[in-house]
């Protein structure tokens, strides 16, 4: 037997392999290339909203909006069943600041206005326009629709109606929401 004549056949065998089966891989390789840029794996497509609320408190519906500044404001309903609250403001932030254990923000007081100045017990009040921070300490804004947010949301108040009481600061849920 002629070893030219073998080596020949084995490169044509070789040749035809690569052939019928390259194309298969290249079509695999454009398919997933196609589903990553649609974002199908990306964790993101697939995270819902959820706002866990620790007991005592209830939160639902959390939504994080554009407005024409380019800001991303959380919104969402709130209610409270052990007491009644006074003096009630928000805060949003991925992580609380090692030192102070407070919100990490890169503002003095990420906290909201006055949101409530009375929450009685068992009410439900609709909770708007607040910032959110993330880990870096800075505004979650100027973000695409999709994008999603995982934090805590923070509550400060007082429980009398005096302006001399003491706050009272707590994390009172877990948040995921996506910018809409």
Not at 7 to 32: N, P
């Amino acid at each position: 037997m002629n070893p030219q004549n073998n080596k020949s056949k084995k490169a044509q065998s070789a040749m035809e392999y690569l052939m019928t089966y390259g194309w298969a891989i290249l079509i695999i390789a454009v398919v997933l290339a196609a589903l990553d840029m649609l974002g199908v794996f990306s964790g993101s497509t697939f995270l819902g909203t959820s706002c866990l609320a620790t007991p005592g408190y209830s939160c639902s519906s959390p939504i994080i909006s554009t407005n024409t500044l380019g800001d991303n404001l959380l919104s969402f309903n709130f209610s409270e069943t052990g007491q009644t609250l006074y003096n009630v403001k928000f805060a949003c932030a991925a992580t609380s600041n090692s030192i102070t254990g407070l919100p990490n923000s890169g503002t003095s007081n990420a906290f909201s206005p006055v949101v409530a100045n009375t929450l009685i017990s068992g009410s439900t009040i609709t909770v708007t326009g607040i910032t959110c921070f993330g880990s870096n300490g800075n505004a979650f804004a100027n973000n695409p629709i999709g994008t999603a947010f995982s934090g805590q949301i923070w509550m400060n108040y007082t429980q009398t109606s005096s302006t001399t009481t003491a706050n009272i600061i707590a994390i009172i849920a877990k948040v995921t929401a996506k910018v809409s």
